[in-house]
């Protein structure tokens, strides 16, 4: 009895230590998630410049576009000078002599052609440059989209029990999008501003040294203060994702258990929790909204109070004649393309950080272990027998923790297999090795007598079919959800095999029959009606081998009768494999594995587990 509750304790432990390593790597992921500063830049920054390798020539034209827009931007103000201190003398000639003012093409309508033409010019290059960024980022989007989702084929299955599902989806939606934006927007204005804000310095020191310091010294002011912000709206914004995912979590969690929620009349506390989290979320966006809003006017007013000074200055400058006409407005038009674009850049910066964040969790999934690769002279098992033999197979979730030890059975063709014990037992896992959903660590599995690791994970598989307590219905009709294990199934196929499982009655009293569209969480069929169209599914198919894990668990006692003698028809000449908590289900079967711990400590038909009055006798009894 000792070493029996020596085993329970070590079950649960197991069970506790898997659960806890779980918590801490979706925190883990969460915390990574919620960083917005990469951990290496550089590493991210090659990655980027790889994947974009295909991407050169748009790159290039977007890069050549820059530089004759900045070059435009910055050359217009300049011949802009020059036309109104030609007007400008023009005009007091025409004073002088008392004629009157007009342009000709000869007096400032040719300059003022060019001007425009300038203009016309910047805005196609600034059309151009948008167009082609926006294709360049959709483009680089598009790839490593691909490249998760084909990652997500090639990860293995212990990927996913420590990751959550909202972790990968956010990898492969927001990040990626925030990415796209970035690029879009981030990236292009980074370029402009850059080479905007150098171009227009120089030439403001060209007009003049004095006004340029000036304006240097109180963009500085601006900067220093942008960096503090920056500080503050960091801190502020990963507050507030931090409770607006606890939110997320809370809102899913009150969806989903609504009905236990009602049933235990707990409506009021979970009103109250989620009142306190949403005035948490309240809290924390209120102080991130406020220091983002703030920033701006901040800025803006340094900005402002510097080009008042510098606009107060250049004034007595040019009624001292020290600045003309056309230099004074030349000047201010540099000082607004200087001042704006750097504090844009500013921001951009930002942007950008966040976005290099985003794409490194995205590389960071991209560079996770794959599933072992297919052999490469793979062998090939068609229309399998059902022999199925587990040779001193070893396995354990991470290496230093092995949960199956030793486990060796055989199944022969038309045998029916139960597997049974305490939940926590293993009973799944063995199912998940025979289906190659984890590589074993030592031994081998034997399908007709082959090594499974030497054959394909579809050829495997295709010899294979499973019901699972936990059904699933894809959108889409009736019809294409029974056969969605063989696409080109005929009509008569799928409604015989409706009929073998119990469901065809059914299914005609929907509003459009076999054509009716389902979808997944559809509240229009009950648990044991999806049970029964999985179990269609799985009979079309036809398999070698059958698995069934707890199949019937969903179904009312006579339903389970039927599906029961259909079994049996299904089940002939065919090895199968069923879990199952309820032993009256099972008592026929040819052998039973009892298990316990991820080992398998008795084995044999149900009579002579009966005869050794061990755990299986015990097991059964407590039942009858």
């Given amino acids: 009895m000792s070493k029996r509750k020596n085993n329970t304790e070590r079950i649960d432990t197991l069970e506790n230590e898997k659960d806890t390593n779980k918590i801490k790597t979706n925190k883990k992921a969460f915390e990574e998630d919620d ?6 830049v550089k590493n991210t920054l090659k990655r980027l410049i790889l994947s974009i390798k295909d991407e050169y020539k748009r790159l290039a034209i977007v890069i050549v576009s820059v530089i004759f827009y900045t070059a435009l931007t910055i050359a217009a103000p300049v011949y802009s000078a020059k036309i109104i201190d030609l007007l400008w003398n023009a005009i007091q000639n025409s004073m002088a002599n008392g004629t009157t003012f007009s342009i000709t093409w000869e007096q400032g309508g040719f300059e003022i052609c060019i001007l425009l033409l300038i203009y016309i010019v910047t805005a196609i290059f600034y059309i151009l440059q948008k167009f082609m960024m926006t294709s360049f980022s959709e483009r680089l989007s598009f790839k490593l989209r691909n490249e998760i989702s084909n990652k997500i084929n090639l990860l293995p299955l212990s990927y996913f029990d420590n990751h959550k599902p909202g ?85 899913e969690e ?22 306190n989290v949403t005035n948490e979320v309240a809290v924390a966006t209120r102080k ?9 006017p901040a800025i803006r007013l340094i900005n402002r109070l510097g080009q ?8 007595k400058m040019l009624i001292e004649g020290r600045l003309t006409v056309g230099g004074f407005q030349a000047f201010l038009i540099y000082l607004n393309q200087s001042a704006e674009p750097l504090t844009e850049a500013s921001y951009m910066i930002n942007s950008l950080q966040s976005s290099l964040a985003s794409v490194e969790r995205i590389y960071e999934m991209l560079d996770e272990a794959e599933i072992s690769p297919e052999p490469e002279h793979p062998e090939k098992v068609e229309n399998a027998k059902g022999d199925v033999e587990f040779s001193h197979v070893h396995f354990g979730y991470s290496p230093n923790k092995i949960l199956m030890e030793d486990v060796s059975f055989k ?36 399908l007709d007598g082959k090594d499974t690791k030497n054959l394909t994970r579809a050829n495997l598989r295709s010899n294979f079919g499973m019901v699972l307590q936990d059904t699933w219905l894809f959108e889409g009709t009736v019809a294409e959800n029974i056969a969605y294990g063989k696409p080109d199934a005929t009509r008569e196929e799928i409604i015989e095999a409706a009929k073998m499982a119990r469901i065809d009655f059914f299914i005609r009293t929907m509003p459009k029959g076999y054509d009716t569209v389902l979808e997944n969480d559809t509240e229009g069929i009950s648990v044991g ?30 339903t389970e009768i039927e599906i029961g ?27 039973i594995l009892f298990m316990r711990n991820g080992t398998i400590i008795e084995q044999g038909n149900h009579k002579e587990l009966l005869e050794k009055n061990g755990a299986y006798a015990e097991l059964y009894n407590s039942q009858f």
């Fill in 167 to 251: 972790e990968i989806l956010s990898k492969a939606t927001n990040d990626l999008d925030k990415m796209s934006e970035a690029i879009q927007t981030g990236l292009l204005t980074l370029f402009t501003s850059v080479g905007t804000v150098i171009g227009s310095i120089i030439m403001m020191f060209y007009y003049n040294v004095t006004l340029t310091i000036i304006f240097i010294v109180f963009m500085a002011l601006s900067l220093i203060l942008t960096k503090v912000f920056s500080k503050k709206t960091l801190k502020y914004a990963t507050e507030r994702q931090e409770k607006v995912a606890k939110l997320t979590a809370q809102i």
């Fill in 529 to 558: 009606q999806r049970q029964l169209l999985t179990i269609a599914r799985v009979m079309l198919c036809n398999p070698s081998v059958l698995i069934l894990d707890e199949a019937t668990s969903s179904v009312d006692t006579r």
């Fill in 254 to 275: 009150a969806y989903s258990g609504r009905v236990i929620i009602k049933s235990f009349n707990r409506e009021e506390t979970s009103m109250e929790n989620m009142a």
């Fill in 308 to 315: 008042v000074a510098i606009a107060i200055l250049a004034g």
């Fill in 411 to 446: 199944a022969k063709r038309g045998q029916k297999i139960a597997i049974v014990g305490n939940t926590g037992a293993g009973k799944t896992t063995l199912i998940n090795l025979l289906m190659r959903f984890y590589d074993i660590n030592g031994g081998k599995i034997l």
């Fill in 35 to 40: 960083s917005e500063v990469p951990k290496n």
């Fill in 565 to 591: 003698k259909a079994m049996q028809a299904l089940m002939a000449n065919r090895t199968s494999f069923v879990i199952a908590h309820r032993l009256s289900t099972i008592v026929d079967a040819d052998l």
């Fill in 288 to 296: 991130a909204d406020f220091i983002i809003n703030a920033i701006n």
